[in-house]
């Protein structure tokens, strides 16, 4: 477990967001770029999203966190928020490891948007065929 004035770092990713992550005892306070949780993410999903590594480690507000997320839209900093505190909580206590892994949280999704093709339109999307 944590000790008592000790800050655990770890960095999340998701898409091309990267979230900067500091966690240390407290009382479950969160701070992103100077704002609190909903005051940065308004939406209320995207809220519950962040908060399922301390749901699965039943650590709901133990711990303060203070973030610096940059790149991205809103689903991606969530993403990559979400996964700096999973991978924060595991480096702090290495018990908690199992449940985060089971949840599919210490994993980097790695799914990121594809490039546009010379020629063509989109990534994937072509011009009409024209047979004659």
Request: hydrophobic share 35%; glycine share 12%; charged share 25%.
């Amino acid at each position: 477990m944590v000790k008592a004035n000790e800050e655990v770092l770890a960095v999340g990713r998701r898409k091309s967001s990267i979230a900067r992550v500091r966690v240390k005892p407290g009382t479950g306070k969160v701070v992103v770029n100077g704002q609190s949780l909903t005051d940065y993410f308004k939406i209320e999903s995207v809220i519950g999203f962040i908060n399922q590594p301390f749901q699965a480690t039943n650590t709901v507000g133990k711990f303060d966190i203070v973030a610096n997320i940059a790149g991205g839209g809103v689903v991606g900093q969530a993403g990559a928020l979400r996964h700096g505190i999973a991978r924060a909580l595991e480096k702090g206590d290495e018990t908690l490891r199992s449940a985060l892994k089971s949840a599919g949280m210490l994993t980097r999704d790695s799914r990121v948007k594809e490039r546009k093709k010379p020629g063509q339109p989109g990534a994937r999307k072509r011009f009409q065929f024209s047979k004659r």
